[in-house]
């Protein structure tokens, strides 16, 4: 079945930097797209990233833009997100998730890891 | 960017009830629109994809319609595991958007 486990989570203080991992396992990974989804209680869920099967194509909300890096090792099932220069509203459970294709859209998501930014 | 206008933020039912949850699109989106119910402490689970699909092994109790600029999720004859919050996410451009939530509590 579909896995995918996030890590890479922690406590970090602002303007630092993080990177996220996702293992994928029990599909062909390197035939899906990829995203990454935010979660607070706050703000509810915000949708962050994608990165298409091949890593040709990225996309990013704005608030991200020229901060996070979405990135894949098909070689290694796993995706990626480099996190820098991060702000306390960065803080948030990170989700990577599965888009299984353009129609369909995200089907199975992550357990989620924890980025905490705080001072 | 496209915004999602989900209502009712919260609601009560009761057990055996039908309730409707809808999300507006503030512009057309053909069928790029998937439901998702999240439990608490859980990870969102999808139930519904291009509007109107159940997701494998989603009960028939859910169903979803729409297209364009409005969606309705729809669970018939409530059951207790239903209590949840839901979530509408339209991926028909960049950036997908989500709606803010429905948490839907035993009446």
């Known amino acids: 079945q579909v896995q995918l486990v996030e890590s890479g989570g922690g406590v970090v203080p602002p303007g630092t930097s993080l990177r996220l991992s996702c293992a994928a396992s029990?599909?062909?990974?390197?035939?899906?797209?990829m995203h990454w989804v935010r979660q607070t209680p706050g703000r509810g869920l915000e949708w962050v990233a994608f990165v298409s099967y091949d890593g040709s194509l990225k996309y990013y909300v704005d608030s991200v833009k020229g901060r996070f890096t979405i990135s894949r090792d098909n070689s290694k099932d796993t995706l990626y997100l480099q996190m820098s220069s991060l702000r306390t509203n960065d803080t948030a459970l990170y989700y990577c998730a599965r888009e299984y294709d353009l129609v369909t859209g995200v089907d199975y998501w992550g357990q989620g890891t924890l980025v905490t930014v705080s001072s | 960017d496209i915004q999602m206008t989900q209502s009712p933020s919260a609601m009560s039912a009761s057990v055996g009830d039908r309730v409707t949850i809808t999300c507006r699109a503030s512009?057309?989106?053909?069928?790029?629109l998937a439901w998702f119910q999240q439990k608490p402490g859980k990870v969102p689970m999808r139930l519904i994809f291009a509007a109107s699909n159940l997701h494998s092994g989603v009960p028939s109790r859910f169903s979803g319609s729409g297209s364009g600029t409005e969606f309705t999720l729809t669970i018939n004859s409530l059951q207790p595991e239903d209590f949840a919050t839901y979530y509408c996410?339209?991926?028909?451009?960049?950036?997908?958007?989500f709606g803010q939530g429905t948490k839907l509590e035993i009446k």
């Open positions: 512009q057309g989106i053909s069928n790029y």
């Open positions: 029990g599909f062909t990974f390197k035939t899906y797209a």
């Open positions: 996410l339209q991926h028909s451009g960049y950036p997908h958007t």
